[in-house]
């Protein structure tokens, strides 16, 4: 995954980690420069203000329906990352090892839990 821009050094961490969510493939911007928007989902994530500028790289997760809640910002962009690269490994539909993977993991998780 190629960086696509050098970041602004003005901004603040959680705006460095929205600029970096929107160059993954699950992520598109918003109309706000700010915000950055998971396309299967719908939630938008947005940097939480830091007036202090002390860097706590907080996000704030905005969920289709009015529910938000406040995330950690290198923790939700490397779970990020990761499907970004499932994506790139087993493709939009999935059928690479990954994938597999999932599926026989859910099947398994189905049927100990009996919701399958």
Known sequence: MPLQHRPNP????????????????????????ERAIHVLSGVTVSPLPDPGREGHGLLQLHFPGGLTEAVIGEDYLQLQMIEHCRLEQDGPEGDGPVAQRVRSLAK???QLNEVG
């Not at 603040?12 to 493939?25: C, F, G, N, P, Y």
Request: glycine share 0%; hydrophobic share 35%; no cysteine.
């Open 108 to 110: 398994k998780w189905a």
């Open 10 to 33: 003005l901004d603040t961490r959680s705006e460095r980690i929205v600029d970096a969510l929107k160059q993954l493939r699950q992520f598109r911007p918003a109309q706000e420069r």
